[in-house]
């Protein structure tokens, strides 16, 4: 099992050599990031070739890259353009941890993202969770009443949530309970920000002000996530050794959730486990609309300003991520399923 | 006695005289038996019809023309959609925006379907380190999510391509740009689905022969194979055209897609829920449209999965 993910790892090098070199090269041409660096001050051209020299970006995009990767603090910078290398580098690249600087916020990227993740895990995993709990709720229901009145509800509204796009669920959702609750007088929730500047950011406001972008993320993934707990419980519900658990008169509880769902969820780990570092991109346009200060909107605003450092940084942290889930995954299936082995 | 055997012989001869099913008889009866997927054929020749038809009643011109002195009206006799921020009427607005958005969808797919089974059969049928590469690139490009690479490459190619004058009307460059990121970054479920039914198919002994007859390959991978594999592929590209005119409404509405004037029903979303309270009719047309076509092509796409297997009944 060590050997195996000792050299999933390993595998999983190249790869992300191959994504980050994807990433760089896409990264050259998304917009001029001296236009918008300092504010109407740069327009002098030696100005911009100074700033340019300075960040680097005068430098051949393979020279750029390797900078990015493995630092230039080895080597001399030539800042003055003179021609001659003379100051010292001092970046120390991606591989010793350091993503560079940020072009509009002028702080270290590690930062910058630092100061976003916290709320972005938190949207994220409370999602996730809502998502596993809600999903194993509804789709065991289904499965254990399978033809009901309410499963063929939950399979209907599973088909709209799914082709539903997140922005149409969250601005419904917005003008259901906040606008109209609103109107009618009843208690409504909050639509934007993650608290209320006047009450401050405690932790019952920082949960209110959730809800509603819990909800609409968690909409769309129930009813996937239903329908695979649902079809997985069904098929395991009709093995030999359910009835044989039956006949031996196992109470029903038991047999559900010890037999049962033990085995059903070996899919659902799967999907899962892949889909989690994908919740992410949910988490754009969610963040967006609900004006959550997450990596989303993070990304968004960095993107449209060209600040290259920073959206390389996000990128490649959620490439790692989906490797890194990637393998989870596989571990956690090895361990579910007993007569999974990896040699 | 001969009454009684005499009835039983007629029935099996009648049907022995009735034609068997073609091809395309099967494929009918598997699919008329999926009822959702009937409703969403009949509700997306209606929006096809709708966004085609509107044309009729309303110019381009009328659906681009500002008039800030009637901004946000709400739905009325003469705007049923209402206006929007800048006074243009949604209703023309929805149907010229339909056109583009189901335009988005289709010709995306066909970005997609070019790259997938190009890249899938290339890697299924010479295997070996082709293969490799191109899983390879592949997977490099599943490790990121869709949407963060799509940003990035509306931004890499936004405002390249000029705007192009086709049949008379102005169609915004970023047309074309989001049609071509939307297909680049979309080919990679394709590609391995291709490349899977390729690896099986190629082991048959009808491949063989073709081989041993001395059949050019171009002519072995698209005559021999291909069409064998074309059931997979033609229910992932109907789901294609539902995911990619969601991804355009995604990018268009965090204002990264088609530039207006051009109306799309995602570029129309953009801004609106700064107007959530006051001027529902912004987002709840457009939207209610991507949500309909997107769902019909999702029961579409379900019931040619069912009716293209070969072993579901009839």
Same mark, same amino acid.
């Given at each position: 099992m060590l050997r195996y993910v000792i050299r999933r790892l390993l595998q999983a090098i190249p790869l992300l050599f191959f994504i980050s070199i994807i990433l760089f090269v896409l990264m050259q041409? /998304?917009?001029? #990031?001296?236009?918008?660096?300092g504010g109407r001050q740069v327009t002098r051209s030696e100005d911009r070739q100074r700033l340019a020299r300075q960040l680097g970006l005068d430098q051949p995009l393979y020279m750029q890259y390797l900078y990015w990767l493995v630092?230039?603090?080895w080597t001399k910078m030539d800042m003055d353009g003179d021609g001659v290398p003379e100051t010292p580098g001092r970046r120390k690249g991606v591989l010793r941890g350091d993503f560079g600087v940020s072009l509009v916020a002028k702080k270290p990227v590690v930062q910058v993202i630092w100061d976003r993740l916290p709320n972005t895990l938190l949207l994220m995993g409370t999602t996730e969770l809502v998502i596993i709990v809600g999903s194993l709720v509804i789709g065991m229901y289904s499965a254990l009443r399978q033809y009901s009145f309410l499963d063929h509800l939950v399979t209907a509204i599973s088909f709209i949530g799914y082709s539903m796009p997140i922005f149409f669920i969250a601005l419904l959702s917005m003008y259901i309970f906040a606008v109209n609750f609103k109107r009618w007088g009843l208690p409504y929730l909050p639509t934007?920000? /993650?608290?209320d500047p006047e009450v401050g950011k405690t932790p019952g406001q920082v949960a209110l002000h959730m809800i509603l972008p819990v909800f609409s993320l968690s909409f769309i993934y129930f009813a996937a996530y239903s329908r695979y707990i649902r079809s997985a419980m069904l098929e395991v519900l009709s093995q030999d050794y359910i009835r044989t658990a039956r006949a031996k008169g196992l109470p029903r509880p038991t047999i559900i959730f010890v037999h049962a769902l033990k085995n059903a969820s070996l899919p659902i780990v799967t999907v899962v486990g892949l889909d989690l570092p994908f919740l992410l991109a949910g988490a754009i346009v969610t963040e967006r609309i609900f004006a959550w200060p997450g990596m989303g909107r993070l990304f968004i605003d960095h993107v449209s300003r060209g600040d290259t450092p920073v959206v390389m940084g996000i990128l490649m942290m959620i490439a790692v991520a989906v490797v890194v889930f990637q393998i989870l995954t596989d571990i956690v299936y090895a361990w579910l399923d007993p007569r999974i082995r990896y040699e | 006695m001969s009454a009684e055997t005499a009835v039983p012989a007629i029935l099996p001869l009648e049907e022995a005289e009735a034609p068997p099913l073609t091809l395309r008889e099967l494929f009918w009866r598997r699919f008329r038996r999926h009822k959702m997927a009937l409703f969403g054929l009949v509700v997306l020749f209606l929006l096809v019809l709708y966004s085609l038809g509107g044309t009729l009643f309303f110019t381009e011109a009328y659906a681009n023309r500002t008039d800030t002195a009637m901004r946000?009206? #709400? #739905?009325?006799?003469?705007h049923p959609f209402g206006t929007d921020t800048v006074g243009r009427d949604i209703l023309a607005r929805t149907i010229y925006g339909g056109q583009i958005s189901l335009l988005i969808g289709l010709t995306a797919v066909l970005v997609e379907v070019l790259i997938g089974v190009t890249v899938g059969a290339l890697a299924g049928y010479y295997g070996g380190r082709l293969d490799s590469i191109l899983m390879r690139f592949t997977e490099a490009m599943l490790n990121i999510p869709q949407l963060f690479l799509l940003l990035v490459m509306a931004k890499f190619f936004g405002g390249k391509v000029p705007n192009i004058v086709l049949f008379g009307r102005t169609f915004s460059g970023s047309v074309v740009v989001i049609v071509l990121i939307i297909g680049a970054t979309s080919w990679m479920y394709l590609a391995r689905i291709v490349r899977a039914e390729f690896l099986s198919i190629k082991e048959n002994e009808y491949i063989l022969a073709a081989r041993a007859t001395g059949t050019p390959t171009g002519q072995i991978i698209f005559q021999h194979i291909l069409p064998n594999a074309i059931a997979p592929i033609v229910v992932s590209a109907t789901l294609g055209v539902a995911n990619a005119i969601t991804l355009e409404a995604y990018i268009s509405f965090l204002g990264l897609g088609v530039q207006p004037p051009t109306a799309t029903w995602g570029n129309m979303l953009e801004g609106a829920y700064n107007y959530i309270?006051?001027? #529902?009719w912004l987002w709840i047309f457009p939207g209610t449209l991507i949500v309909l076509t997107v769902l019909s092509i999702n029961f579409v796409g379900d019931g040619l999965r069912d009716a293209l297997d070969p072993r579901s009944l009839v």
């Amino acid at each position: 099992m060590l050997r195996y993910v000792i050299r999933r790892l390993l595998q999983a090098i190249p790869l992300l050599f191959f994504i980050s070199i994807i990433l760089f090269v896409l990264m050259q041409n /998304m917009g001029d #990031p001296l236009a918008t660096l300092g504010g109407r001050q740069v327009t002098r051209s030696e100005d911009r070739q100074r700033l340019a020299r300075q960040l680097g970006l005068d430098q051949p995009l393979y020279m750029q890259y390797l900078y990015w990767l493995v630092g230039n603090d080895w080597t001399k910078m030539d800042m003055d353009g003179d021609g001659v290398p003379e100051t010292p580098g001092r970046r120390k690249g991606v591989l010793r941890g350091d993503f560079g600087v940020s072009l509009v916020a002028k702080k270290p990227v590690v930062q910058v993202i630092w100061d976003r993740l916290p709320n972005t895990l938190l949207l994220m995993g409370t999602t996730e969770l809502v998502i596993i709990v809600g999903s194993l709720v509804i789709g065991m229901y289904s499965a254990l009443r399978q033809y009901s009145f309410l499963d063929h509800l939950v399979t209907a509204i599973s088909f709209i949530g799914y082709s539903m796009p997140i922005f149409f669920i969250a601005l419904l959702s917005m003008y259901i309970f906040a606008v109209n609750f609103k109107r009618w007088g009843l208690p409504y929730l909050p639509t934007v920000g /993650m608290f209320d500047p006047e009450v401050g950011k405690t932790p019952g406001q920082v949960a209110l002000h959730m809800i509603l972008p819990v909800f609409s993320l968690s909409f769309i993934y129930f009813a996937a996530y239903s329908r695979y707990i649902r079809s997985a419980m069904l098929e395991v519900l009709s093995q030999d050794y359910i009835r044989t658990a039956r006949a031996k008169g196992l109470p029903r509880p038991t047999i559900i959730f010890v037999h049962a769902l033990k085995n059903a969820s070996l899919p659902i780990v799967t999907v899962v486990g892949l889909d989690l570092p994908f919740l992410l991109a949910g988490a754009i346009v969610t963040e967006r609309i609900f004006a959550w200060p997450g990596m989303g909107r993070l990304f968004i605003d960095h993107v449209s300003r060209g600040d290259t450092p920073v959206v390389m940084g996000i990128l490649m942290m959620i490439a790692v991520a989906v490797v890194v889930f990637q393998i989870l995954t596989d571990i956690v299936y090895a361990w579910l399923d007993p007569r999974i082995r990896y040699e | 006695m001969s009454a009684e055997t005499a009835v039983p012989a007629i029935l099996p001869l009648e049907e022995a005289e009735a034609p068997p099913l073609t091809l395309r008889e099967l494929f009918w009866r598997r699919f008329r038996r999926h009822k959702m997927a009937l409703f969403g054929l009949v509700v997306l020749f209606l929006l096809v019809l709708y966004s085609l038809g509107g044309t009729l009643f309303f110019t381009e011109a009328y659906a681009n023309r500002t008039d800030t002195a009637m901004r946000l009206q #709400p #739905p009325s006799r003469a705007h049923p959609f209402g206006t929007d921020t800048v006074g243009r009427d949604i209703l023309a607005r929805t149907i010229y925006g339909g056109q583009i958005s189901l335009l988005i969808g289709l010709t995306a797919v066909l970005v997609e379907v070019l790259i997938g089974v190009t890249v899938g059969a290339l890697a299924g049928y010479y295997g070996g380190r082709l293969d490799s590469i191109l899983m390879r690139f592949t997977e490099a490009m599943l490790n990121i999510p869709q949407l963060f690479l799509l940003l990035v490459m509306a931004k890499f190619f936004g405002g390249k391509v000029p705007n192009i004058v086709l049949f008379g009307r102005t169609f915004s460059g970023s047309v074309v740009v989001i049609v071509l990121i939307i297909g680049a970054t979309s080919w990679m479920y394709l590609a391995r689905i291709v490349r899977a039914e390729f690896l099986s198919i190629k082991e048959n002994e009808y491949i063989l022969a073709a081989r041993a007859t001395g059949t050019p390959t171009g002519q072995i991978i698209f005559q021999h194979i291909l069409p064998n594999a074309i059931a997979p592929i033609v229910v992932s590209a109907t789901l294609g055209v539902a995911n990619a005119i969601t991804l355009e409404a995604y990018i268009s509405f965090l204002g990264l897609g088609v530039q207006p004037p051009t109306a799309t029903w995602g570029n129309m979303l953009e801004g609106a829920y700064n107007y959530i309270e006051t001027a #529902p009719w912004l987002w709840i047309f457009p939207g209610t449209l991507i949500v309909l076509t997107v769902l019909s092509i999702n029961f579409v796409g379900d019931g040619l999965r069912d009716a293209l297997d070969p072993r579901s009944l009839v």
